[in-house]
C-alpha cells in the first residue's frame, strides 16, 4: 500500500527542506545511486568519482533533512535510501498537483 493511498500530512516547512536538499546535483547522484540499493562509502566515490571529504559533506546534508540513513557494519557505514521520507514528499507533490488542476476562481 502506498502512501498516495493513505496520505502523510507533510508540512510545508519540511517539503521545502526536502527539496531543497535534493536541489544541488550531486545530491541527486547520491540519491539516483541509493535508489540501486544500500552502498558503502568507498562505492559511492567510486561511482560518482567524488572525493570522499566532498561525499561525506553531501551525505551529511541529505541525512540531516532525513532523506537517508546510516548503518555502521564493522568499519564500515552503509546508506540507504528513506523510502518513507521519499513517499511522503510524493504525497505532497501529489496533492499539490490535484490542487493546480481546480479552475481559479474569478475576481469580481
Do not use: H, N
Given at each position: 500500500?502506498?502512501?498516495?493511498?493513505h496520505p502523510?500530512?507533510?508540512?510545508?516547512?519540511?517539503?521545502?527542506?526536502?527539496?531543497?536538499?535534493?536541489?544541488d546535483?550531486?545530491?541527486?547522484?547520491?540519491?539516483?545511486?541509493?535508489?540501486g540499493?544500500?552502498?558503502?562509502?568507498?562505492?559511492?566515490?567510486?561511482?560518482?568519482g567524488?572525493?570522499?571529504s566532498?561525499?561525506?559533506?553531501h551525505?551529511?546534508?541529505?541525512?540531516?533533512?532525513?532523506l537517508?540513513?546510516a548503518?555502521?557494519?564493522?568499519?564500515?557505514?552503509?546508506?540507504?535510501?528513506?523510502?518513507?521520507?521519499i513517499?511522503?514528499?510524493?504525497?505532497w507533490?501529489?496533492?499539490?498537483?490535484?490542487?493546480?488542476?481546480?479552475?481559479?476562481?474569478?475576481?469580481?
Open positions: 500500500m502506498s502512501v498516495l493511498d502523510v500530512v507533510l508540512e510545508p516547512a519540511k517539503a521545502r527542506a526536502l527539496l531543497k536538499a535534493m536541489a546535483p550531486l545530491r541527486l547522484q547520491v540519491l539516483e545511486a541509493l535508489g540499493g544500500e552502498r558503502c562509502v568507498c562505492e559511492l566515490t567510486s561511482e560518482l567524488l572525493a570522499q566532498k561525499l561525506s559533506f551525505l551529511k546534508v541529505l541525512r540531516e533533512a532525513g537517508i540513513e548503518r555502521d557494519e564493522g568499519r564500515w557505514v552503509y546508506y540507504s535510501l528513506r523510502t518513507d521520507a513517499e511522503q514528499l510524493r504525497g507533490l501529489g496533492e499539490l498537483a490535484s490542487r493546480c488542476a481546480q479552475p481559479a476562481t474569478p475576481c469580481y
